[in-house]
């Protein structure tokens, strides 16, 4: 009896002594695949690594999803390049050891602004006169025929760069877009006055549906002013002009400012 409880005490002794492993091969004690890496700035050139701990020779390959658009993954685990759009993505990274054995980890990676001056605005088609005056307004719908046809207009916000001109124009000339913005959810749309420009007692102005973020064009033009709000910055107004079916912008008006023109 004496004998069995000291094998007992050392099978017990041996137990405690084996101490827990972790890795890819299933607690086979192999390393572990590192997919920790430092957020990527908006606009700044990035590099990041994946690494095994502990380290031995791995080639890296993306196995499904997608990196930040604007970076890629190098065979040797090294992220690069330059983030060009803002927000998060996820991916499985795989590494493939010399012994032909894989370890699989996820990885998100969520591009931020940094330094970059992102401001928030929305595509803007406006034409643009001769001499450089805006016609119109910043979005504009066309009444139903003649001309181009064009009766509805989606409202779009999104985060943007300056361009090339380093001027913010709030969606409109060179400006880079760099994200998405969803009304009701990151940004705000208010509707303000409308001014028809045909005269009469018809009250026919465009109108909003907030689901799918439209306007559509009445029968009467005109012009809505509007606001638009993103937490964070000051609120924007900006116009809404609904023009007529022949429309064209022609130029510069004698008495000054654009001309509305026929379209052929």
Known sequence: MG????????????????PETSGGFGGGGGPT??????????????????????EEPASFALESGALPSGLSLR??????????????SSSVVRATLM?????????????????APVFPGFPR????????????????????????????????????????????????????????LVLGADASLGLGQWSPSN???????????PETATFTAGEQAGRRSLSFG?????TESIFLGVVPPDWCPNGD??????????CE
Not at 6 to 11: D, I, K, P
Not at 75 to 88: A, F, N
Not at 137 to 159: I, K, S
Not at 253 to 262: A, E, I, Q
């Open 3 to 18: 004998a069995m409880r000291c094998l007992l005490a050392l099978g017990i002794v041996l137990l405690m002594g084996c």
């Open 33 to 54: 695949l590192v997919t920790q890496v430092p957020a990527p700035n908006l606009a700044v050139p990035y590099e990041g690594r994946l690494a095994l701990l502990p």
């Open 75 to 88: 065979e040797d685990g090294l992220i690069s390049g330059t983030p060009d759009w803002l927000g998060g």
């Open 99 to 115: 012994s032909g054995d894989t370890l699989r980890a996820d990885l998100t990676l969520t591009v931020v602004p940094g330094e």
């Open 125 to 180: 088609n406006a034409f643009v006169a001769a001499s450089g005056s805006e016609l119109l307004g910043d979005l504009w719908v066309r009444l139903a025929g003649g001309g181009e046809p064009q009766t509805e207009v989606a409202f779009e916000p999104g985060m943007y760069l300056p361009g090339p001109n380093e001027l913010a124009e709030g969606g409109g000339g060179d400006d880079a877009r760099v994200g998405d």
């Open 199 to 209: 005269g009469g007692e018809s009250q026919d102005p465009p109108t909003w549906d």
């Open 230 to 234: 993103v937490q964070g910055f000051p």
């Open 253 to 262: 008006h004698p008495r000054g400012g654009p001309s509305p023109g026929v």
